[in-house]
Structures are given as structure tokens and as C-alpha cells.
């Protein structure tokens, strides 16, 4: 009886180490940044990311719709590696 106790006991640790192991495995990065642009960078699809970026989109395209709706206003980024090749797509969060 006690052996098989120890026995679960066991495989319950490990199964506890794999997916917390899977957990910290996520190559991400999040970032919260205020969207800018002046009005004629905007019309040639030149948005400021906060201090740290600028993205250039194609104008006319729904990511040129989204940033331009959002100047002036915070937007949160996740950036994470894509498994498999996938098209690109905007996503909006319930």
C-alpha cells in the first residue's frame, strides 16, 4: 500500500514540474504603449508605438484602421512566436 502511495505521490510531482515547466516556457513579451501620429504621418500609415517603436502599415488595411482610430489612446501589444505558418490577422478581445 505504501509503495503505491509513493508511486502516485511521485507521478503527481512530476506532472506538477512538466506543466509548470510549460508555463514559463511562453516566449512573449506585452507591452502597453500610447498610440501617435501626426496627421501626415498618419496618412502615410507612420504610427508611434510609445518610446520605442515605430510601424509603418499599409493605408487603407484594417491595422491602419485600428491605429488610426486609436491615436492618442493606450493599446496593450503581445507580441508571441507564431507555431506554424498562419496567416496574419487583426483580433479583436470580447
Known amino acids: 500500500m505504501r509503495i503505491a502511495m509513493v508511486a502516485w505521490l511521485t507521478l503527481a510531482m512530476i506532472l506538477v514540474a512538466l506543466s509548470v515547466g510549460r508555463a514559463f516556457d511562453r516566449d512573449e513579451t506585452v507591452l502597453t504603449v500610447k498610440v501617435s501620429s501626426a496627421d501626415h504621418e498618419t496618412q ?51
Open 44 to 94: 502615410e500609415g507612420y504610427f508611434t508605438l510609445g518610446d520605442n517603436a515605430t510601424v509603418i502599415v499599409k493605408p487603407g488595411s484594417e491595422l491602419y484602421r485600428f491605429l488610426a482610430r486609436q491615436r492618442g489612446h493606450k493599446v496593450k501589444i503581445v507580441l508571441q512566436e507564431a507555431g506554424g505558418s498562419e496567416l496574419s490577422r487583426l483580433e479583436r478581445l470580447p
